[in-house]
């Protein structure tokens, strides 16, 4: 498959439905499917290392990305062709977001000798955030974030979604259920080592 021939649907989608890719979201990080003729082929959701979150302290969100086999999205360095997937935060008063966390991606060739990089199957992208002292124990918050993606099998389409999370606030962190913790960590034994991490 040529370079051109990757890109013309994108764009074109982009130009006729831009903003109509997403299903909307709901507050407890259900799935969501990116757009067009291919619904169903990635869904995204929020997932929070915390079940709780206390004032002051800072919590892991991770974005879970699953792909139907065949089919994968790109790293924060896509290669020749492809596109990060990217998150804009709608935060409340006083919270901060960081960078996305990057696991180590797969290599992909394609014709044209194209090399990209990316993930498929399932990726966890966490975010670390940061509650202000002022949020009051007994409360909600919701975080809110759009996620735009490309993904790409025999051709690359746009997709993405608007996600939603509640959480309660309570006077200590409170950790979520095992299973999800245990992901958390798993993700970030993939994450690249600094070379200063490397010489200690």
Sequence with gaps: MSLISRWILPLALLLAASGALAAPGNESGGAF????????????????????IAPGSTFSVGIAITMEPGWHTYWENGGDAGLATSVEWTLPEGFSAGPIQWPLPH????????????????????????????????????????VDWLQCKDICIPGGADLSIRLPVEAAPRPSPGPVVARFDETRDLHPVAAASLED
């Design 33 to 52: 499917l990116g757009g067009g003729e291919h619904d169903g082929t990635v869904r995204a959701s929020l997932l929070t290392e915390q079940a709780a």
């Design 107 to 146: 290599r992909y060739e394609d014709e044209g000798d194209i090399v990209t990089f990316g993930y498929a199957r399932e990726t966890l992208l966490i975010v670390d955030m940061t509650a202000p002292e002022s949020v009051e124990p007994g409360s909600h918050v919701t975080i809110d974030g759009r």
